[in-house]
Structures are given as C-alpha cells and as structure tokens.
C-alpha cells in the first residue's frame, strides 16, 4: 500500500550564492575610488611641474624627445602647454574609465567635451612650441626666445645651448684602464643633453661627436680634457 504522506527529497548539490546587489556596488565605488585617486595624482604631479617651469627651476626630464626624433620636443617654453593638454587628456581617460565602471550614459557627454577641448589644447601646444606664442603660456623667463621654426628657417640648431666637448681618458696609473672616448655635453642649466660616447678608435670619432653637437646646438665651445 503506497505512503500518501507526501515525500521530501534533499538536494545535495552545490548552493551558488549570487552576488547581491549591493556587493556590485561596492566594487564599483571602490574601482571609481582609485580611478580618482590616480587622476588626482597626475593632477598634483603636473601641478608641481608646471610651477617649477613657471619659476625657472631645472627639471631634469627636460626636454623630452618626442615618439619621432625629429618631431616637437616638449622643452622648457612649451611645457605649460603640453601640461595644459595633457590634463584634459588624462581627465578624459579617467572619465571613460569610470563611464566604464558605472555604466552611466550622462558621463559620455563629459567624455566628449574634455576630447574636443584636449583636440584644441594640443595644437596650442605645437603652436607654443613652433612659435614661442601665445605668451601667456610661456614661463616669463622664456618669452624672448626664438620658437623652434624660425630657428629652422635661419639654418639654426634647435637650440643655443654651450655645448663642451669632452676627450675623456683614463687616469695615470689607474688599475682597471677604459678606452678612451669623446662625448658632447650640454652646459645649459636647465639641459641634460648628452651625445653618444664614441671610442676614440678612429680618425672621425671627434668628428662625429662634433656633428652630433651641431644638431643640438649652434655653439661649441670647444673640446676639453677633464683631469681623471
């Protein structure tokens, strides 16, 4: 005769806890918590570089040498403006990272004006760095220096920097002797250009560090060997 007590079964599998709504929240305000912490931080760093530009100071970084060796340098007058641009590039990064996160279609409009804005700001860049113009984002201290294209135009170096010629040797006596070499040094405060060494196994290694100094700078102020 059947049981007519109504049967339990007992499901032994694994329970699978979903996540609960507020767990992907949490996530998402700590993801959009260090999206800001970093942008604030590149803010900060920028801050602090552009004041010690503004004032003169040395920075050692600069000039920085483009992705192409021929192309506009972000030196000392053009480094407000490339700050300037940059901000608004990262600002717009951080935004489309925390768009990402969020899912929120309000942020996208932000996203685009900080693009449109930065696709005006890093012309104004190349212009700074052309032209030494506009002066009010060139540090006091550099608006009279001629821009990279009227420099060109003139056959000049893109800069007028001393730059020394160096015949290093190695001491009298020294136990662990290095083949000597000629390297060009720039003198500038403010620059920390260097050439490449070139052993002094040939007849044309001054000649090449010579060259090399040409395209840095108009003004050699001869070779010199410092005392080892």
Same mark, same amino acid.
């Given at each position: 005769?059947?049981?007519?007590?109504?049967?339990?079964?007992?499901?032994?599998?694994?329970?699978?806890?979903?996540?609960?709504?507020?767990?992907?929240?949490?996530?998402?305000?700590?993801?959009?918590?260090?999206?800001?912490?970093?942008?604030?931080?590149?803010?900060? &760093?920028?801050?602090?570089?552009?004041?010690? #530009?503004?004032?003169?100071? =040395?920075? !050692?970084? @600069?000039?920085?040498? +483009?992705?192409?060796?021929?192309?506009?340098?972000?030196?000392?007058?053009?480094?407000?403006?490339?700050?300037?641009?940059?901000?608004?590039?990262?600002?717009?990064?951080?935004?489309?990272?925390?768009?990402?996160?969020?899912?929120?279609?309000?942020?996208?409009?932000?996203?685009?004006?900080?693009?449109?804005?930065?696709? &005006?700001?890093?012309?104004?860049?190349?212009? #700074?760095?052309?032209?030494? =113009?506009? !002066?009010? @984002?060139?540090?006091? +201290?550099?608006?009279?220096?001629?821009?990279?294209?009227?420099?060109?135009?003139?056959?000049?170096?893109?800069?007028?920097?001393?730059?020394?010629?160096?015949?290093?040797?190695?001491?009298?006596?020294?136990?662990?002797?290095?083949?000597?070499?000629?390297?060009?040094?720039?003198?500038?405060?403010?620059?920390?250009?260097?050439?490449?060494?070139?052993?002094?196994?040939?007849?044309?290694?001054?000649?090449?560090?010579?060259?090399?100094?040409?395209?840095?700078?108009?003004?050699?102020?001869?070779?010199?060997?410092?005392?080892?």
């Amino acid at each position: 005769m059947a049981d007519p007590r109504p049967k339990c079964r007992l499901d032994t599998g694994v329970i699978q806890r979903r996540a609960e709504p507020s767990d992907t929240a949490d996530m998402a305000g700590a993801a959009i918590a260090l999206i800001f912490a970093a942008w604030m931080a590149g803010v900060i &760093v920028l801050l602090k570089c552009v004041g010690s #530009v503004w004032r003169g100071d =040395r920075v !050692r970084w @600069l000039p920085m040498i +483009g992705l192409w060796m021929s192309g506009p340098r972000v030196n000392n007058r053009s480094f407000p403006a490339w700050a300037v641009s940059i901000f608004w590039f990262w600002t717009a990064s951080c935004l489309l990272a925390v768009e990402a996160v969020d899912r929120e279609g309000a942020l996208r409009v932000a996203v685009g004006l900080c693009g449109l804005v930065w696709l &005006v700001t890093f012309p104004l860049w190349l212009i #700074v760095n052309a032209l030494n =113009r506009p !002066r009010f @984002l060139v540090p006091p +201290g550099r608006r009279r220096e001629k821009g990279s294209w009227p420099r060109r135009r003139a056959g000049l170096a893109p800069t007028d920097h001393p730059v020394e010629i160096l015949d290093v040797r190695p001491a009298t006596g020294d136990p662990k002797p290095y083949p000597p070499y000629f390297v060009a040094v720039c003198t500038n405060d403010d620059c920390d250009w260097m050439s490449d060494v070139v052993d002094q196994d040939g007849s044309d290694a001054e000649t090449a560090v010579q060259a090399q100094a040409r395209d840095h700078s108009d003004v050699l102020i001869g070779t010199r060997r410092p005392v080892g």
